[in-house]
């Protein structure tokens, strides 16, 4: 059984910068892309970033050039580097871990996730002015 578990969110002003990371346990051999996902209250479930076991990422663009993601497969961990933090980017926080061929078709913007079949429980990120 796949289990991630995430840490490092928490509150910050604007500009501030938080970094998010996801460990993966279990039987993860076959699982190679993980993701962050962000869902804000009263709102859908936003696709923020992806990246594949060769390092490749991916950003929706409304996260473009602020945040960073970045993994070590042989670790099953990734981080998410969030930075010059905005009030849009307050919500919570989840990581995903799908097979190899996600990565190449995931778009951020149009994702459900329902192509990841492990979740994390999420890490709260409020950003406050």
């Known amino acids: 059984q796949v289990q991630l578990v995430e840490s490092g969110g928490g509150s910050v002003q604007t500009g501030g910068s938080l970094t998010l990371s996801c460990t993966a346990s279990?039987?993860?051999?076959?699982?190679?892309?993980m993701a962050w996902f962000r869902q804000a209250p009263g709102k859908e479930p936003e696709g923020v970033a992806r990246i594949d076991s060769d390092g490749n990422g991916g950003y929706a663009d409304s996260v473009k050039g602020r945040f960073t993601i970045r993994g070590d497969h042989a670790k099953n961990t990734v981080w998410l580097q969030l930075n010059s933090l905005r009030s849009e980017d307050t919500a919570m926080y989840y990581c995903a871990l799908g097979n190899y061929p996600v990565c190449r078709t995931f778009v951020p913007e149009s994702s459900d996730g329902s192509e990841f079949a492990h979740w994390g429980q999420g890490t709260q990120v409020t950003v406050s002015s």
């Open positions: 279990g039987d993860t051999s076959s699982s190679r892309c």
